[in-house]
C-alpha cells in the first residue's frame, strides 16, 4: 500500500482549513489576547488567513509544488501589517526552503518542514515562563511529529500525535467557560498565540485525514 502524500491540492485546503478555524475562533482569541496583549490576536490572525486564502484561490494546484505554494503564502504573509502575520511568514518561508523540488510531500519531508517552521518561529520569540507560548507549542509539536515518523509513515497520524503533545498542559477547556474563570481557579490563561497554534495544527490534522 502506498504511503499518503501531502499534495499542493491537500495544502490549499489545509490553508482554508486554517482560514475557517481562526474565523470560527477570533472572538475567543481575542478575548483571552486582552488580558495580556492588544485583544486583537483573533481579528488580525482571521484577517490575514482569510487573506491568504483569498490569494491562494488565485492559484492553479497544478502550476505549483508544495515548496512553491509555502513561499506564496509566506509572501502574501508579509503584505500584512501584524507581527504574527511577520512571525508566521518566517515559518512558511523556511518550510518552503526545506521541501524544495518536491512534487508531494511524504510524512518525514513535512516533518523536515514542521521543524524549520518551528525554527522560525523560535528565532523571533523566546519559550513562555508561566504558560506556554507559540514558541513552546511549535517546538513541542515538531519534535513530536518527527517522533511520530519513525513508526508511521501517515502524515495525518504524525499531526495527531504533534497535536496531543502540544495540548498537554495547556488549560483550554477553561477558556470555554470564560477568561475570568482561569483566575477564579487559581490558574493562569493560556496565551492566545499558543491557542492559535493549536488550532492551526490541528487544521493542518484535520485536512490531511
Same mark, same amino acid.
Given at each position: /500500500?502506498?504511503?499518503?502524500?501531502? #499534495?499542493?491540492?491537500?495544502?490549499?485546503? +489545509? &490553508?482554508? =482549513?486554517? $482560514? %475557517?478555524?481562526?474565523?470560527?475562533?477570533?472572538?475567543?482569541?481575542?478575548?483571552?489576547?486582552?488580558?495580556?496583549?492588544?485583544?486583537?490576536?483573533?481579528?488580525?490572525?482571521?484577517?490575514?488567513?482569510?487573506?491568504?486564502?483569498?490569494?491562494?484561490?488565485?492559484?492553479?494546484?497544478?502550476?505549483?509544488?508544495?515548496?512553491?505554494?509555502?513561499?506564496?503564502?509566506?509572501?502574501?504573509?508579509?503584505?500584512?501589517?501584524?507581527?504574527?502575520?511577520?512571525?508566521?511568514?518566517?515559518?512558511?518561508?523556511?518550510?518552503?526552503?526545506?521541501? /524544495?523540488?518536491?512534487?508531494?510531500? #511524504?510524512?518525514?519531508?513535512?516533518?523536515? +518542514? &514542521?521543524? =524549520?517552521? $518551528? %525554527?522560525?518561529?523560535?528565532?523571533?520569540?523566546?519559550?513562555?515562563?508561566?504558560?506556554?507560548?507559540?514558541?513552546?507549542?511549535?517546538?513541542?509539536?515538531?519534535?513530536?511529529?518527527?517522533?511520530?515518523?519513525?513508526?508511521?509513515?501517515?502524515?495525518?497520524?504524525?499531526?495527531?500525535?504533534?497535536?496531543?503533545?502540544?495540548?498537554?498542559?495547556?488549560?483550554?477547556?477553561?477558556?470555554?467557560?470564560?477568561?475570568?474563570?482561569?483566575?477564579?481557579?487559581?490558574?493562569?490563561?493560556?496565551?492566545?498565540?499558543?491557542?492559535?497554534?493549536?488550532?492551526?495544527?490541528?487544521?493542518?490534522?484535520?485536512?490531511?485525514?
Amino acid at each position: /500500500m502506498t504511503a499518503p502524500t501531502i #499534495t499542493t491540492v491537500l495544502l490549499l485546503e +489545509a &490553508f482554508s =482549513e486554517i $482560514a %475557517a478555524a481562526m474565523t470560527e475562533n477570533r472572538s475567543m482569541l481575542s478575548r483571552i489576547d486582552r488580558i495580556d496583549g492588544d485583544g486583537d490576536h483573533g481579528e488580525t490572525m482571521a484577517r490575514v488567513f482569510c487573506g491568504v486564502e483569498t490569494h491562494l484561490a488565485k492559484l492553479e494546484p497544478s502550476d505549483s509544488t508544495p515548496s512553491e505554494l509555502f513561499d506564496i503564502v509566506a509572501e502574501s504573509l508579509m503584505t500584512f501589517d501584524a507581527a504574527s502575520a511577520r512571525l508566521y511568514a518566517s515559518a512558511f518561508r523556511r518550510a518552503g526552503t526545506a521541501t /524544495m523540488r518536491k512534487k508531494a510531500l #511524504t510524512a518525514a519531508d513535512f516533518a523536515k +518542514a &514542521f521543524k =524549520e517552521m $518551528a %525554527a522560525g518561529i523560535a528565532a523571533h520569540g523566546k519559550a513562555g515562563t508561566e504558560t506556554k507560548n507559540i514558541a513552546d507549542i511549535w517546538q513541542v509539536a515538531a519534535a513530536a511529529y518527527a517522533e511520530a515518523t519513525a513508526s508511521n509513515d501517515d502524515p495525518a497520524i504524525c499531526l495527531a500525535a504533534a497535536l496531543e503533545a502540544a495540548e498537554d498542559g495547556v488549560e483550554t477547556d477553561a477558556v470555554i467557560h470564560g477568561a475570568d474563570a482561569t483566575f477564579i481557579n487559581g490558574r493562569r490563561p493560556p496565551d492566545a498565540g499558543a491557542l492559535s497554534a493549536l488550532l492551526m495544527i490541528r487544521a493542518l490534522r484535520d485536512s490531511f485525514r
